[in-house]
Each structure stands twice: as structure tokens, then as C-alpha cells.
């Protein structure tokens, strides 16, 4: 369910107008571009558009290199030093201080002005927060947790979680949204329009939550399997189900100024010869007859090349003397308009990934069900998603390279279903891509980039921020580009 572009942009201007509106506008006592008391359902829709944007954007881009969707041109410098692994304690402060003080603060504020009142708004903030908190642990380590957002109260300088104890947080707080949508009775109907994820419906809330449980434990299959085995257990026992095709979390934007795809912006902003399609995305597309490739990239538009679809090795754009002097970016492919394009949605879960964790899950005795089923589900819905003939799809999973292992092992078996879920994020959630790489090691052909500074290794983390360094002395020793978290045993 997706909100239409003409609603979703009222929706934007009304939340501008009614930010300079007070009851009292004449009281010059008062700033009338920053009210004192925000209601829930203006709240609600900043706090999802701000997520997506740090989402659509800064994480995209480092998950969509280091998943190895995409390079760095051989004609532009960018993002030279994502292939180069050589990534410092600035790059990203922006958007981790952005979470923590937008939506993760204004997520707060809707709990405390609904967990009595509407307490669908408190749920959604609840499993809102736990999506955002699973997300920074996971790509920077140790994060604010149980003294996270307490500025009002005097805590300035929280102490850092280590990420079990986060993860023991997650699953909590994530019941404790489910509880607050479910038991609400009242008949308030709101959220609608301000819910640009799911327009209101509770129900595909209450699956998003059972869903991203599901992942929460999934995460921790290599590191702790008896925990995912039980917690997987009892999602089976609750009910609810899992996001299904056509069931996407994702906010949709639009083509206007200000509403446009983030990764779109940023890319029209500093030019499309920055990212270039990597061969490691590109190349297991073309040799597995696979029709998503021109959904996840464009054709090159000169040279050689013109009209098919040509790619760079991880980090080659930039070794010395590559193509030659006369090499220009037209020559490659570049992200498609469909998953970069300035309409093009900001994908939070998606129903293919819903599909393939529910399919890993069984595979692992850890959930009943037809694991083949739901692994030729994941890929169809991923086809649906660009709008394929559902023919299409099972031509492609009925080739032997891509058929489900039945027979294999269940390392087998795990290894398919990762990799096709890596495929369906091409370009959509590069960053959780990134990650399940980590925790898997599938795709098991990703090469380490010929510009690497950090020799023979994989980047396995992100760096701390440098606004969290200087302002909080709590904040943990440094580590190493190259170190891993927590759940990254491999």
C-alpha cells in the first residue's frame, strides 16, 4: 500500500505551513517557526521521511560499493575512498547524527504523547525505533542505547551498549509496539496520509514488526543459533505472518523540488560518473540470464559499448591509466532511473527479503515450511517488484545455476537463498546487502577492491563519528575499518 504522489505532496506543504502556525501567532512571546507541542501524526511523517533520506542516501551509496553493486568512475573521485576502504571518522557523522537527533528523538516524542492516548502511533514509533537502532548497530558496532535520547533529562553523554545487549533491547521494544498497536480500541482514525509507509494499515504494521524480528534473529544464526532458534519458534505461535508480495516498507517520493528520491538528488547533484556498475553485480546478472539487469542498471550511451551493458571490476576505475586517456563514463552502466530515479522509493523491507528469511529459516529447521517454495517466492516477488512477467521469474528459477538446491546441504541451500536475496537489493537496500554479506560470506565471488589501502581484507565496519568522539567521553576506543561486529563470525 503506497500513498499517492498527489496526497503525499499536501501532505509535505501542509507539514511546512502548519510548522510556522500557532494558535497564539500574534503573541510575539512566541517563535512561530518552532512550536512548542508537535502532534503525532506531523511528527510521524518527518520522522519516516528523515529515515529514509540517511537510508536513500549516505548508507545507500557505502552499502551499494561495498555489496559491490557499484564502483567509483574512472572520470570522477567521490567515492574513490569507499573502494579504497579508506573511510575516516567524518564520513559518516552526518547521518548518525541525524538519526539520533531526528527521528530517533521525534520517534520519542510521539511515544510520550500517544502511549496513553492513540497508542497505534506509540507502536509504530516503538518498531520504528527498533528498525533504526538494528540498523546503526549493525553498521557501526557499539551505539547509545538504554541512555540513548535523555538530553531532556540531563544525560548528555550516554553510555555505549555493546551490540548483544542492543540486540536483547531490539526484540522487546519491538513487542511492545505490536502490544500498543493491537490493543488499541479507540476510534481514532488516524494514521492515514501521515503514515507514508503503510497509510494507516495496522495490519501490514504488525506484520512489518513480526518481520523484522524475524530478521533480528536471523542476524544472529552464526553467533548465537539456540537464541534465533527460540525466538524464531515463537513467531510461528503469535499469528500475525510475514510481509508478503505487493507488502513493501518503503516511502515513495515524488518529482518535485524537495521530494525527489534522495539517491537521485545526489547523484544529479555530483554527477552520474561517479557510480558505475561494479562486474560483480553486473556480471552474475548477465551470465544467469537474469531480465533485472536493466532494471538495476542503464546501458552504456558511447562507445564500444553503446547499447549493452558494461561494467568495471571493484575499484579498477581508478588504477592508474585505466581505459586510457580518452575513457569517458558514457562508456558504462550506470544505476537505473527505476531504483535512482527522482520517484523511485526508499526500501526499508522489502517482500522478497520477507521471502528469503522466511525460506533460510526453514532451511535451518528453525521455522515450518516449503523452503523452495518460499526462496521461488522471494525471486518472484523481486520480479514483480519490477514489473516482470511472472513467467520470467520462473524461467529464471528453473535454470540449474539458480534452481533450489533441494538435495544440498543446508550450507547449500543458505548460500542460494543469500545470494538471490543479494540480487533482489541491487540498488534498493545495499546497505542491508552489505550486511548479510558479512554475516553469511554469500555472495562467496565479491573481490576485494584492486584500490584497496587495507590490503588483502574486507571493510567489515563503519567508524565512529567524530562529533560522537569529541562531545561524549563514553564513546568506546576507535576501532578498525577492518574489525567486525558482533554477529560477524565468519
Known amino acids: 500500500m503506497k500513498i499517492s504522489k498527489i496526497k503525499a505532496t499536501l501532505l509535505l506543504v501542509s507539514l511546512v505551513v502548519l510548522s510556522s502556525c500557532e494558535k497564539d501567532f500574534l503573541d510575539v512571546n512566541k517563535n512561530p517557526n518552532q512550536p512548542e507541542q508537535v502532534e503525532a501524526k506531523h511528527l510521524l511523517p518527518t520522522s519516516i521521511a528523515h529515515t529514509a533520506y540517511v537510508m536513500g542516501n549516505e548508507y545507500q551509496i557505502i552499502g551499494g560499493f561495498w555489496a559491490q553493486y557499484w564502483t567509483q568512475g574512472p572520470t570522477g573521485s567521490q567515492y574513490s575512498i569507499y573502494d579504497q576502504y579508506l573511510i575516516s571518522n567524518t564520513t559518516f557523522d552526518r547521518p548518525w547524527s541525524d538519526l539520533y537527533s531526528a527521528p530517533l528523538m521525534d520517534l520519542k516524542d510521539i511515544i510520550r504523547k500517544t502511549e496513553s492516548g492513540n497508542t497505534k502511533y506509540a507502536g509504530i514509533a516503538y518498531i520504528l525505533q527498533a528498525y533504526i537502532y538494528q540498523v546503526l548497530t549493525d553498521l557501526h558496532g557499539d551505539i547509545p542505547f538504554t541512555e540513548a535520547l535523555q538530553a531532556e533529562d540531563g544525560l548528555f553523554t550516554p553510555k555505549f551498549d555493546n551490540q548483544q545487549t542492543v540486540y536483547d533491547g531490539l526484540i522487546p521494544m519491538i ?113 544467469n540470464n537474469d531480465p533485472r539487469v536493466d532494471a538495476f542498471y542503464r546501458r552504456a550511451t558511447s562507445g564500444d559499448s553503446v547499447g549493452v551493458h558494461n561494467g568495471i571490476n571493484q575499484g579498477q576505475g581508478k588504477e592508474p591509466n585505466f581505459g586510457g586517456p580518452n575513457v569517458v563514463s558514457g562508456w558504462f552502466s550506470k544505476p537505473s532511473f527505476v531504483i535512482a530515479g527522482p520517484e523511485s522509493p526508499v526500501v526499508f523491507m522489502s517482500a522478497a527479503e520477507s521471502y528469503f528469511l522466511q525460506a533460510e529459516a526453514v532451511a535451518r529447521g528453525w521455522l515450518a515450511g516449503d523452503a523452495k517454495a518460499l526462496y521461488e517466492a522471494g525471486i518472484s516477488s523481486s520480479f514483480s517488484r519490477w514489473e516482470f512477467d511472472p513467467t520470467e521469474a520462473s524461467d529464471y528459477f528453473s535454470q540449474l545455476a539458480i534452481s533450489y538446491p533441494t538435495g544440498g546441504t543446508i550450507p547449500d541451500q543458505v548460500k542460494a537463498i543469500v545470494t538471490q536475496k543479494w540480487v533482489s537489493m541491487n540498488g534498493t537496500q545495499c546497505a542491508e546487502a552489505w550486511t548479510e554479506w558479512r554475516r553469511t560470506g554469500y555472495p562467496d565471488f565479491l573481490i576485494v577492491s584492486m584500490t584497496s589501502q587495507i590490503g588483502n581484507f574486507f571493510p567489515g565496519i563503519l567508524l565512529y563519528p567524530n562529533s560522537e568522539q569529541t562531545l561524549n567521553p563514553n564513546t568506546p576506543p576507535q576501532h578498525n575499518v577492518k574489525d567486525k561486529v558482533w554477529w560477524d563470525v565468519n
Open 175 to 287: 513487542d511492545k509496539g505490536l502490544n500498543l498497536i493491537i490493543s488499541y480500541t479507540g476510534d481514532d482514525i488516524y494514521p492515514q496520509e501521515d503514515d507514508f509507509i503503510y497509510h494507516g494499515d495496522v495490519d501490514l504494521w504488525k506484520k512489518f514488526a513480526n518481520t523484522l524480528k524475524l530478521k533480528i534473529y536471523m542476524r544472529q544464526s552464526e553467533v548465537r543459533p539456540a537464541v534465533a532458534q527460540a525466538g524464531i519458534d515463537s513467531l510461528s505461535e503469535n499469528g500475525i505472518g510475514f510481509l508478503g508480495s505487493g507488502e513493501d516498507a518503503e516511502m515513495q517520493f515524488i518529482d518535485e523540488l524537495f521530494g525527489q528520491n534522495p539517491l537521485y538528488t545526489q547523484i544529479a547533484s555530483l554527477g552520474s560518473f561517479n557510480i558505475l556498475a561494479s562486474n560483480s553485480g553486473l556480471n552474475f546478472l548477465i551470465n
